[in-house]
T-cell receptor, first 116, second 111 residues
Framework: GAVVSQHPSRVICKSGTSVKIECRSL??????MFWYRQFPKQSLMLMAT?????????EQGVEKDKFLINHASLTLSTLTVTSAHPEDSSFYIC????????????FGPGTRLTVT | SQKIEQNSEALNIQEGKTATLTCNYT??????LQWYRQDPGRGPVFLLL?????KEKRKERLKVTFDTTLKQSLFHITASQPADSATYLC??????????FGTGTRLLVSP
């Protein structure tokens, strides 16, 4: 149980375009989802906390107008990278909390974004 | 400043031995601490959670200790196997279910 999927797994886009990444909880309802970014050989950096039906809470230094998060249902959160630039190239990972099993987070497999 | 430190150098051990990984933190007072495993190009996988009032937690070949006085957690894998080779991340809660992750330690288990 507690499976989280992400789509796409890899995406290459041109500078200036927007990219949407989907995060789905497959076998549970996730009231809270998190979005992280991970650069090579670095740790996961929390970008934002996404709660179903309300606005996302962004971490300091993360531009909310650039990284749009929508948590429209209890099983789906989306991250849209707007006007992407090469420095946005990274590994984006989402996670979810079941709300019933404690505080552990269940992570998706990640999305590798490359902006050319 | 707040820091979570894990040994950045890879830990190489022989199959069958016990691997011990360290997580030290400063300027945090976490109510709980978690350990995750991450394979290359994949998302982390939850392994164990230990609360501040717990000294030790076990799950199969895994054992975690949590010393809030030393501000340190140790993560042990007994009877290690090549399949245990991965990067292991410790994470602290910082309130509202948010986690802050260490940089991870890469474990290599040789046959």
């Amino acid at each position: 149980g507690a499976v989280v999927s992400q789509h796409p797994s890899r995406v290459i886009c041109k500078s200036g375009t927007s990219v949407k990444i989907e995060c789905r909880s497959l076998d549970f309802q996730a009231t809270t989802m998190f979005w992280y970014r991970q650069f090579p050989k670095q740790s996961l950096m929390l970008m934002a906390t996404s709660n179903e039906g309300s606005k996302a809470t962004y971490e300091q230094g993360v531009e909310k107008d650039k990284f749009l998060i929508n948590h429209a249902s209890l099983t789906l959160s989306t991250l849209t990278v707007t006007s992407a630039h090469p420095e946005d190239s990274s590994f984006y990972i989402c996670s979810a909390i079941t709300g019933t099993q404690g505080y552990e987070q269940y992570f998706g497999p990640g999305t590798r974004l490359t902006v050319t | 400043s707040q820091k979570i430190e894990q040994n950045s150098e890879a830990l190489n051990i022989q199959e069958g031995k016990t691997a011990t990984l360290t997580c030290n933190y400063t300027n945090y007072s976490p109510a709980y601490l978690q350990w995750y495993r991450q394979d290359p190009g994949r998302g982390p996988v939850f392994l164990l959670l230990i609360r501040e009032n717990e000294k030790e937690k076990r799950k199969e070949r895994l054992k975690v200790t949590f010393d809030t006085t030393l501000k340190q957690s140790l993560f042990h894998i007994t009877a290690s196997q090549p399949a245990d080779s991965a990067t292991y991340l410790c994470a602290l809660n910082t309130g509202f279910q948010k986690l802050v992750f260490g940089t991870g330690t890469r474990l290599l288990v040789s046959p």
